[in-house]
């Protein structure tokens, strides 16, 4: 998998492992409710990574001003995923929630990529984004029919909620990375771009943290939860991510970000108690198979690595594309 396109398919499957430990970090701070575990992981791991990339922003703000629109609409993305994807888990199970959440990005990317940027899918990307959305629906089938048996029974209430707070949440997710990604393919360095959109969606979650985040003070255990998750999966998962974005679309990203429910359901038995069955297992093994179509490298990529091996050395530089840059 190397090549800038491996190397992209690696940041975003490091990151979603990051990511696939959110809901299973939420469970140590029970006293703190989702919009506050939301509003502090993002809304920290936002700012900090505005404030890494301060320098980049401001010496590429011309470009930012000139795509304001792509970076408000992000911005506002950044702010609605938490509260959707947080209270997602906590009313329909961790394993339930991660799934619907990431499993439907996939499907909103290729939906936005189509309509706004006319990109053609392959049928690579289909055949893996297949077996990824199979995967999940069998976890997500495995949740329904009552294989949970955590802290608690939910009612059928709460888990359609949870189930329509996921979708919202996949969706958010596709419209900011492919924010990101517009960004980033029209000029803007990963890191501006990053920094931008979480830095301004970070801002506006602010009013949530402080309305909702006291319970984060009320012991060493919440306080904690809420550091690992602003520090670890938000900003060196988001950061991780940017990079990705870089070299690969967003479509692909967030198809790649699948691996997040398989590690989060492992983690959910392990951890927290819940039970996955058999279809559960069978489906994280289809997400793994998604996976592997995806970043196998094809023919055509082979051919031409070969064919850069096989030229003499010329002495001239190579010129990096506007996506490599920081």
């Given at each position: 998998?190397?090549g800038?396109?491996?190397?992209g398919?690696?940041?975003?499957?490091?990151?979603s492992?990051?990511w696939?430990?959110?809901?299973?970090?939420?469970?140590?701070?029970p006293?703190?409710g989702p919009?506050?575990?939301?509003a502090?992981?993002?809304?920290?791991?936002?700012?900090?990574?505005?404030?890494?990339?301060?320098?980049?922003?401001?010496a590429?703000r011309?470009?930012?001003?000139?795509?304001?629109?792509?970076v408000l609409?992000?911005?506002?993305?950044?702010a609605?995923y938490?509260?959707a994807f947080y209270?997602?888990m906590?009313l329909?199970?961790?394993a339930?929630?991660?799934?619907?959440s990431?499993?439907?990005?996939?499907?909103a990317?290729?939906?936005i990529e189509?309509?706004?940027d006319?990109?053609?899918?392959?049928r690579r990307?289909?055949?893996g984004a297949?077996?990824?959305?199979a995967g999940?629906v069998?976890?997500?089938?495995?949740?329904?029919?009552g294989?949970?048996?955590?802290?608690g029974?939910?009612?059928?209430?709460?888990?359609?909620l949870?189930v329509?707070?996921?979708?919202a949440?996949?969706v958010?997710?596709?419209?900011?990375?492919?924010?990101?990604?517009?960004?980033i393919?029209?000029?803007?360095?990963?890191?501006?771009?990053m920094?931008?959109?979480?830095?301004?969606?970070?801002?506006?979650l602010l009013?949530?943290?402080l309305?909702t985040?006291?319970?984060l003070?009320h012991?060493w255990?919440?306080?904690?939860?809420?550091v690992?998750m602003?520090?670890?999966?938000?900003?060196?998962?988001?950061?991780?991510f940017g990079?990705?974005?870089a070299?690969?679309a967003?479509?692909?990203?967030?198809t790649?970000?699948?691996?997040e429910?398989?590690v989060a359901?492992?983690?959910a038995?392990?951890?927290?108690?819940?039970?996955?069955p058999?279809l559960?297992?069978?489906?994280?093994?289809l997400?793994?198979?998604?996976?592997a179509?995806?970043?196998?490298?094809?023919?055509?990529?082979?051919?031409?690595r070969?064919?850069?091996?096989?030229?003499?050395?010329?002495g001239?530089?190579r010129m990096?594309?506007?996506a490599?840059?920081?």
């Amino acid at each position: 998998m190397a090549g800038p396109v491996g190397k992209g398919s690696l940041c975003v499957l490091l990151a979603s492992v990051l990511w696939g430990t959110t809901g299973t970090a939420a469970t140590f701070a029970p006293g703190v409710g989702p919009l506050a575990i939301g509003a502090a992981a993002m809304g920290v791991g936002g700012l900090l990574q505005a404030l890494v990339a301060v320098r980049r922003i401001a010496a590429e703000r011309s470009g930012l001003r000139a795509q304001r629109g792509v970076v408000l609409l992000g911005a506002l993305a950044v702010a609605a995923y938490p509260p959707a994807f947080y209270s997602s888990m906590h009313l329909a199970g961790v394993a339930a929630g991660t799934v619907v959440s990431i499993g439907s990005a996939p499907l909103a990317s290729a939906v936005i990529e189509r309509a706004v940027d006319g990109r053609r899918l392959t049928r690579r990307w289909m055949a893996g984004a297949s077996l990824g959305l199979a995967g999940t629906v069998l976890l997500c089938v495995a949740e329904a029919a009552g294989a949970h048996s955590g802290r608690g029974v939910r009612s059928a209430g709460e888990t359609v909620l949870g189930v329509g707070l996921g979708l919202a949440a996949g969706v958010t997710y596709a419209v900011y990375s492919w924010a990101a990604h517009r960004l980033i393919s029209r000029g803007t360095g990963s890191r501006a771009a990053m920094g931008s959109v979480f830095g301004l969606g970070a801002l506006l979650l602010l009013p949530v943290l402080l309305f909702t985040g006291g319970p984060l003070l009320h012991s060493w255990s919440n306080a904690a939860v809420g550091v690992y998750m602003a520090l670890v999966p938000m900003f060196a998962g988001y950061v991780l991510f940017g990079w990705g974005l870089a070299h690969v679309a967003a479509s692909t990203a967030t198809t790649l970000s699948l691996l997040e429910p398989a590690v989060a359901a492992v983690l959910a038995v392990l951890v927290v108690g819940e039970r996955l069955p058999l279809l559960g297992w069978a489906g994280t093994l289809l997400i793994v198979g998604c996976l592997a179509v995806l970043t196998a490298p094809s023919r055509r990529t082979r051919r031409v690595r070969e064919a850069v091996g096989a030229m003499p050395e010329t002495g001239s530089g190579r010129m990096l594309p506007h996506a490599d840059r920081g």
